[in-house]
């Protein structure tokens, strides 16, 4: 994959890199789309990366196809797909980490505490891999998002973190690699959340800037939904991710919640 795409940056090309963990979608699909539009060549990642799960988590279920995924990439003009083992990225005596404060001590931070510290470590990975001019990540994971924007800063990555808005089904359900886990009781019960993230946002519209209050809302929201069980509501600043009091600038509405055993995840923008 380097020496790929040394190869294309000494040829002048400029190189937009998709990291996924394949099981693709229209959201993946938005991102592949607004990096082809925006680079020479487009790299997609499909790594189910080990060290960003816990334990208890899905890991092995994660739904894989890989062939299907080729060839969504094939249709979309992907210029190369790297897919790499496990035993590859993480050989016997890897032993290094990439460790984020502060962004990653809220929201799913707290709830996956080893969960941003394997995703900051496979993607300063990926991105040595592919040497992308951008990286695209989808404000779906809006924590992710920002912790990766970080990291570049952080490190004096030369790579440009670029974001893009959340693909919906028509339902207003995010689209989600998981959602392949919801029953038909459970799919039907999943868009109530982002019914009740729109209902949030449009209370900040109308004037509401409390934190608790927009809180409660969300929740009144969400309590009542068979097989919903609220993780975290929280709403915090859109950089920094620190919990708000009260919405003053820039703010998303974040929640996660488990359907049935699903964990998902979804969040808005709090703006006038
Ligand atoms: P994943 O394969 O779930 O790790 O996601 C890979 C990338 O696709 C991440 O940057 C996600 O934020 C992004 N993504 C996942 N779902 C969506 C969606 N519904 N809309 C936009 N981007 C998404």
């Avoid at 009260?246 to 055993?261: D, F, H, K, Q, R």
Wanted: aromatic share 6%; with cysteine; hydrophobic share 45%.
């Amino acid at each position: 994959m380097q020496s790929l795409a040394t190869a294309w940056r000494a040829a002048g090309l400029s190189v937009g890199l998709v990291p996924t963990m394949g099981s693709l979608h229209e959201g993946h699909l938005s991102l592949v789309r607004k990096s082809a539009r925006e680079n020479d060549r487009t790299v997609v990642s499909i790594f189910v990366n080990p060290i960003q799960f816990g334990a208890n988590e899905d890991f092995d279920r994660y739904p894989r196809d890989l062939a299907r995924d080729l060839d969504l990439c094939g249709q979309a003009g992907v210029d190369a797909v790297f897919s790499p083992a496990a035993a590859e990225m993480y050989p016997e005596g890897f032993c290094s980490r990439v460790e984020l404060r502060v962004l990653t001590e809220s929201l799913c931070g707290t709830k996956r505490p080893h969960h941003f510290c394997g995703v900051c470590t496979v993607v300063m990975k990926l991105f040595h891999a592919a040497l992308p001019d951008r990286a695209y990540f989808g404000q779906k994971d809006a924590q992710q998002l920002a912790v990766v924007k970080r990291m570049a800063r952080d490190f004096n990555m030369r790579v440009a973190v670029v974001g893009a808005p959340t693909v919906r089904e028509a339902d207003g359900l995010a689209m989600s690699s998981r959602n392949a886990y919801l029953n038909a009781a459970e799919r039907a019960a999943a868009p109530r959340v982002f019914e009740a993230l729109s209902s949030a946002a449009a209370l900040y519209r109308q004037g509401v800037s409390d934190a608790d209050q927009i809180k409660r809302h969300v929740d009144e929201r969400l309590s009542g939904v068979p097989l919903l069980r609220v993780d975290y509501i929280e709403i915090v600043d859109a950089e920094t991710m620190r919990p708000l009091e009260s919405v003053t600038g820039p703010a998303l509405c974040a929640v996660a919640v488990y359907i049935g055993e699903t964990r998902l995840i979804d969040n808005i923008a709090l703006e006038v």
